[in-house]
Nanobody, 125 residues
Framework: VQLQASGGGLVQAGGSLRLSCAAS????????MGWFRRAPGKEREFVAA???????RVADVLKGRFTMSRDNAKNTVYLQMNSLKPEDTAVYYC????????????????????WGQGTQVTVSS
């Protein structure tokens, strides 16, 4: 199983980025998928998740700016990030899991079985 995250980079505050996570040997529609991030000196933080039933959950502090989507045909999930702030600077990781509720998006890192390598997002002020 491989999760390949891409789309990170350097952006000015107020800008947008869309991260992609392409899956190999795993069907994203059959897994709950999530995005997490880790900023320097901080713990891993939940960003967004989609359940197998395609219910979406976004971290409360990111609602209105971030959203997540899934394209089953491309076997890829996306994280759309708008109105970026310097505090969004982090390495962003996508993850996949296949246990638990079909309907409930998973917000906890230990609910995930597979992780991508991460993609760096840097927001300049």
């Amino acid at each position: 199983v491989q999760l390949q995250a891409s789309g990170g980079g350097l952006v000015q505050a107020g800008g947008s980025l869309r991260l992609s996570c392409a899956a190999s040997d795993l069907t994203v529609g059959s897994y709950h998928m999530g995005w997490f991030r880790r900023a320097p000196g901080k713990e891993r933080e939940f960003v967004a998740a989609i359940s197998r039933s395609e219910n979406l959950r976004v971290a409360d502090v990111l609602k209105g700016r971030f959203t997540m989507s899934r394209d089953n045909a491309k076997n890829t999930v996306y994280l759309q990030m708008n109105s970026l702030k310097p505090e969004d600077t982090a390495v962003y990781y996508c993850a996949a899991g296949n246990s638990g509720s079909y309907y409930q998006p998973k917000m906890l890192w230990y609910d995930y079985d597979y992780w991508g390598q991460g993609t760096q997002v840097t927001v300049s002020s």
